[in-house]
């Protein structure tokens, strides 16, 4: 079964620095996102991407955070300068179909990256 | 905005035992869907089951069964014959019927089974 990869699956860094986490989605979809979750709480919506540019974006989505897709194939998410409440996991996700009725069938979450700030 | 909420932090359930999950969400849109994902310790997200608001009759997969009240906003997820796999997290979604599809999840609910 098709596989969303996201890497590293723990990445540790210092307060201030910027981190790139990496995301590998399906290979035929063409929708995606990220979401957080912080440590026992609920997960959050923060950006979704479609046609090189994001198409829906969260309060959480500040400047801070950036998203691209280089190379056609990877998906990834950028913080600038962490903060420790930047803690938290990380989850990339895609769709194929833009509707929910359509895409949510096919909507996959990676394993996630688990960012912790110090 | 759509908020979903559930309200059980924590249940157990002995294994073989029948469990049911609430979720309660608020919403003024007519069209939606709305999910149960569980989130064992590995952490990966995993779809449950999913039911379209559209539809009278509730979704069922194998062993899980959702209670589906579009009247009263509630959504919740009987889980039967509990087996000690399904100790997890449960977070129940909701996403609307248009093109932007971010879910919107519930705080959750942590299940353990008990042997």
């Known amino acids: 079964e098709p596989e969303v990869t996201q890497t590293p699956s723990h990445q540790v860094t210092q307060m201030g620095q910027e981190v790139i986490l990496r995301c590998v989605p399906i290979s035929n979809h063409l929708y995606f996102y990220w979401y957080r979750q912080i440590l026992g709480q609920k997960v959050e919506f923060l950006v979704s991407f479609y046609n090189n540019e994001i198409s829906e974006k969260s309060e959480i989505f500040d400047d801070q955070f950036s998203v691209e897709r280089p190379d056609g194939s990877n998906f990834s998410l950028k913080i600038r300068s962490t903060k420790l409440e930047d803690s938290a996991m990380y989850f990339c996700?895609?769709?194929?179909?833009?509707?929910?009725?359509?895409?949510?069938?096919?909507?996959?979450f990676g394993s996630g990256t688990r960012l912790t700030v110090v | 905005a759509q908020t979903v909420t559930q309200s059980q932090p924590e249940m157990s359930v002995q294994e073989a035992e029948t469990v049911t999950l609430s979720c309660t969400y608020d919403t003024s849109e007519s069209n939606y869907y709305l999910f149960w994902y569980k989130q064992p310790p590995s952490r990966q997200m995993i779809l449950v089951i999913r039911?379209?608001?559209?539809?009278?009759q509730n979704a069922t997969e194998n062993r899980f069964s959702v209670n589906f009240q579009k009247a009263a906003k509630s959504f919740s997820l009987k889980i039967s014959d509990s087996q000690l796999g399904d100790t997890a997290m449960y977070f129940c979604a909701f996403m609307m019927d248009n093109y932007g599809q971010n879910f919107v999840f519930g705080p959750g609910t942590r299940l353990s089974v008990l042997p």
């Open positions: 039911q379209e608001a559209y539809k009278q």
């Open positions: 996700a895609s769709s194929e179909a833009s509707f929910a009725g359509q895409g949510s069938k096919g909507y996959t």
